[in-house]
């Protein structure tokens, strides 16, 4: 689908919830440029910069990166690609990141995936991972084609730090506490729309089906 105005949306969700792997079939199906706050994170990481080295201990406990950092580098991503359409995985992850987002951009439309939490756990540990595209991997739900290698780069694959199973446990204690008030702010404006389910290709052509509707909306808003 052609996009004829400038369309932001966020994508949230629990850890594991399919975030990265729904974020690639929206970019793929709907041309929006996919901004992942973990992948730029794991990117500062593997590039051991400053800013990655500070922050690696505490990603792999599970804790949050302080917010004015995370708004900072994300909001400075936004700046360089402000005439594109864009869609936010993993951020805001609080209510204080939501407000300075707010303060910036309106964000047309916000893909909520309600993900049980015991269908989390399994999932994360076994996804591999290719660290410079960010794509995802899992053992038993999509493998690579050849076992340990991106399908893509044919570069190798590796388990994120953060998916031992403590870290999630506290990952998902931190989504509970700190993100879900972010759910709330989003219904208050209206954007919010919510995805339950057990599994992505289940989920998936529901989401599809919602952004043509709203896309063909905005678009004739604009013709
Ligand atoms: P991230 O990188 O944002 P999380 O914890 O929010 O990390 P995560 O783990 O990346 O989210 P996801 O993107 O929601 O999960 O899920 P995914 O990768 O697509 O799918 C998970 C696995 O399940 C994959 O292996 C996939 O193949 C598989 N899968 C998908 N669907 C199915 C299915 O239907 N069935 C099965 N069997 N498998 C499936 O953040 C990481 C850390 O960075 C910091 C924090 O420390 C955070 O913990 N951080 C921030 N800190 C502060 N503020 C922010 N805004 C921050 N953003 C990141
Ligand atoms: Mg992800």
Same mark, same amino acid.
């Given at each position: 689908?052609v996009?004829q ?13 399919g975030?990265?792997?729904v ?6 199906? %709907?041309?929006?440029k996919?901004?992942s706050s973990?992948?730029?994170l794991?990117a500062?990481i593997n590039a051991k910069?400053?800013l ?5 201990s505490?990603?792999d406990?599970?804790?949050l ?7 900072r ?5 936004l700046r360089?690609i ?7 995985d993993? %951020?805001?992850?609080?209510?204080t990141q939501? !407000?300075?987002l707010d303060?910036?951009y ?7 995936l309600?993900?049980?939490f ?9 996804r591999?991972t ?6 995802v991997?899992?053992?038993?739900f999509?493998?690579?084609k ?7 780069t044919? *570069?190798?694959?590796?388990q ?5 199973? !403590?870290t999630v446990?506290r990952?998902?204690?931190?989504y509970?506490?700190q993100?879900e008030?972010?759910? *709330?702010?989003?219904r208050?404006?209206?954007v919010l729309e919510? %995805?339950?389910?057990? *599994?992505?290709?289940k989920?998936?052509?529901h989401v599809e089906t %919602?952004?043509?509707?709203?896309l063909?909306v ?5 013709a």
């Amino acid at each position: 689908m052609v996009l004829q105005r400038i369309f932001r949306a966020v994508i949230i969700g629990p850890p594991g919830s399919g975030k990265g792997t729904v974020s690639g079939r929206i970019s793929k199906s %709907f041309g929006l440029k996919h901004i992942s706050s973990g992948d730029i994170l794991r990117a500062n990481i593997n590039a051991k910069t400053e800013l990655g080295l500070l922050l690696k201990s505490s990603i792999d406990r599970g804790q949050l990166v302080p917010d004015h950092v995370m708004s900072r580098l994300i909001l400075t991503d936004l700046r360089a690609i402000e005439q594109s359409s864009w869609l936010l995985d993993g %951020f805001p992850r609080t209510v204080t990141q939501a !407000d300075s987002l707010d303060q910036v951009y309106s964000v047309d439309t916000v893909i909520n995936l309600n993900v049980p939490f015991h269908t989390i756990k399994e999932r994360l540990t076994s996804r591999w991972t290719h660290l410079p595209s960010g794509r995802v991997y899992n053992i038993d739900f999509n493998p690579p084609k050849v076992p340990g290698r991106d399908d893509v780069t044919g *570069e190798p694959l590796v388990q994120r730090d953060d998916d031992t199973p !403590d870290t999630v446990t506290r990952r998902l204690k931190a989504y509970e506490t700190q993100t879900e008030p972010v759910l *709330e702010y989003y219904r208050s404006k209206g954007v919010l729309e919510t %995805f339950s389910g057990t *599994e992505t290709n289940k989920i998936w052509p529901h989401v599809e089906t %919602f952004l043509h509707k709203k896309l063909s909306v905005l678009n004739h808003s604009v013709a």
